[in-house]
């Protein structure tokens, strides 16, 4: 079982900077992927950006140039880093973790930018 817990969320004004946590715990494969995905309320969850245990980065377009992810693997931990945020950048975010046993969900934190 492996257990995600996030940190970081919360309100900031538009063009300001949140950074987001994710700490894994359990039974963790060495190679996998963390990444951090969002939704609004009845949209569907989507991919914000991911990084492999090698280092390897993805990001969706829409936050290019101001999001950065990274990782720890000695903590098992991923950041999302958040700059020049914008109020269409409000959604519920959640870490995911993707090994060979299956793929793992934190509970969410709200982030909330202000015009």
Do not use: H
Not at 88 to 103: A, H, I, P, Q
């Amino acid at each position: 079982q492996v257990q995600l817990v996030e940190s970081g969320g919360g309100l900031v004004q538009a063009g300001g900077s949140l950074r987001l946590s994710c700490a894994a715990s359990g039974r963790i494969a060495s190679i996998n992927t963390m990444g951090w995905y969002r939704q609004a309320p009845g949209k569907q969850r989507e991919l914000v950006a991911s990084i492999t245990s090698g280092g390897r980065a993805n990001y969706a377009d829409s936050v290019k140039g101001r999001f950065t992810i990274s990782r720890d693997n000695a903590k098992n931990t991923v950041y999302l880093q958040m700059n020049s945020l914008k109020p269409e950048d409000t959604r519920v975010y959640y870490c995911k973790l993707d090994n060979f046993r299956g793929d793992y969900w934190g509970q969410g934190t709200q982030v909330t930018v202000s015009s």
